[in-house]
């Protein structure tokens, strides 16, 4: 079946302008999280969404990233007036539920944004 | 001090051999272990995961869990090329019934034909 999708899979951009990165997760999916991973690093969390529960923010590095869910659904990632140390690939992953037994994450491919 | 700490590598190795890849980790709360392989360009692909020390086995990969030293292990028999990639250790624990997952930074593998 259709795994995660994201897009675009690569965005170039100015310094200070506004990116928005989309995510359509595996159908029935609750649970869907936003990674960033920088060149050496490991994943670093972002944002969890659990069904239509609040959404855990706590990985947000500042209030220029913000991400919403939709129908819970699709979701999407947008950071405002961007800074090249925004460049990093952005990574979406859904999971069965985020709740209970533990269920294994299933990602996308990522989006990679360079901030010129 | 990293929650959890991989060797980046990179780590060469001849076609056949057998692969040994490591993460050690501080949070003795981590109850369940995961192996990823993420290919160049990609995204992360599990492999095995594991609730509990001990051995699993899946085909040519093994992974090993000894929570007492707080490390985790992955094992490759018969190492292709196709197996060139990097591999990423990643640890959960239960916060107030959900699931954060810490990850390593991965080490990068390279299998000579």
């Known amino acids: 079946g259709a795994g995660v999708s994201q897009s675009p899979s690569n965005k170039v951009t100015e310094k200070g302008k506004d990116v928005e990165l989309r995510c359509d997760p595996i159908s029935g999916h609750t649970a869907l999280y936003w990674y960033r991973q920088s060149l050496g690093q490991g994943l670093e969390f972002l944002i969890y969404?659990?069904?239509?529960?609040?959404?855990?923010k706590s990985g947000l590095p500042s209030d220029r990233f913000s991400a919403e869910r939709t129908g819970g659904s699709v979701s999407t990632l947008t950071i405002q007036r961007t800074q090249q140390e925004d460049s990093a690939v952005y990574l979406c992953?859904?999971?069965?539920?985020?709740?209970?037994?533990?269920?294994?994450?299933?990602f996308g491919d990522g989006t990679r944004l360079s901030i010129l | 001090q990293k929650e959890v700490e991989q060797d980046p590598g990179p780590l060469s190795v001849p076609e056949g051999a057998i692969v040994s890849l490591n993460c050690t980790y501080s949070?003795?709360?981590?109850?369940?272990f995961m192996w990823y392989r993420q290919y160049s360009r990609k995204g992360p692909e599990l492999l095995m995961y594991t609730y509990s020390s001990g051995n699993k086995e899946d085909g040519r990969f093994t992974a090993q869990v000894d929570k007492s030293s707080k490390y985790i292990s992955l094992f490759i028999r018969d190492s292709q090329p196709s197996d060139s990639a990097t591999y990423l250790c990643?640890?959960?624990?239960?916060?107030?019934?959900?699931?954060?997952?810490?990850f390593g930074t991965g080490t990068r593998l390279k299998v000579l034909a």
């Open positions: 990643a640890m959960s624990a239960a916060t107030s019934g959900t699931y954060k997952y810490i």
């Open positions: 949070n003795s709360a981590f109850q369940y």
């Open positions: 969404f659990q069904g239509n529960s609040a959404p855990d």
């Open positions: 992953a859904s999971s069965l539920t985020g709740q209970g037994a533990l269920q294994p994450q299933h």
